[in-house]
């Protein structure tokens, strides 16, 4: 498998394009660039069995979230509220940013 630089990153507000979760708008928690996936706040919930152990006495089972592909998502612009692709600008400064394809306003501040 190979791996590309993710077009999101944590913290950022995404929708779900497809799966079980298709259509719902969240937030990323972490992102995982070498298997190209992300973990989104609520989204592609599994179940986990948990021993006891001391930190967690009860044990039992959890719902945790488990990763989905970074194809899977679309950033949100923070600007314009709508699910956009993201292209790269440079700044005068020589500094690069992610931009809104749709309204042309920096993502990165």
């Known amino acids: 498998?190979?791996?590309?630089?993710?077009?999101?990153?944590?913290?950022?507000?995404?929708?779900i394009l497809s799966g079980k979760d298709e259509?719902?708008?969240a937030k990323?928690?972490?992102?995982?660039p070498r298997k190209s996936?992300?973990?989104v706040?609520?989204?592609?919930?599994?179940?986990?069995h948990a021993r006891p152990t001391q930190r967690v006495p009860q044990g039992g089972i959890r719902e945790i979230e488990a990763p989905i592909p970074s194809s899977k998502v679309m950033l949100i612009c923070p600007s314009c509220q709508q699910p956009t692709?993201?292209?790269?600008r440079q700044l005068p400064d020589g500094k690069s940013v992610r931009a809104c394809k749709k309204c042309s306003e920096n993502i990165d501040k």
């Open 37 to 39: 996936k992300v973990l």
């Open 1 to 15: 498998m190979s791996t590309h630089k993710l077009r999101v990153r944590k913290g950022d507000r995404v929708l």
């Open 28 to 32: 990323i928690i972490s992102s995982l």
């Open 41 to 48: 706040e609520g989204v592609n919930m599994i179940k986990k």
């Open 23 to 25: 259509g719902k708008k």
């Open 85 to 88: 692709r993201v292209f790269r």
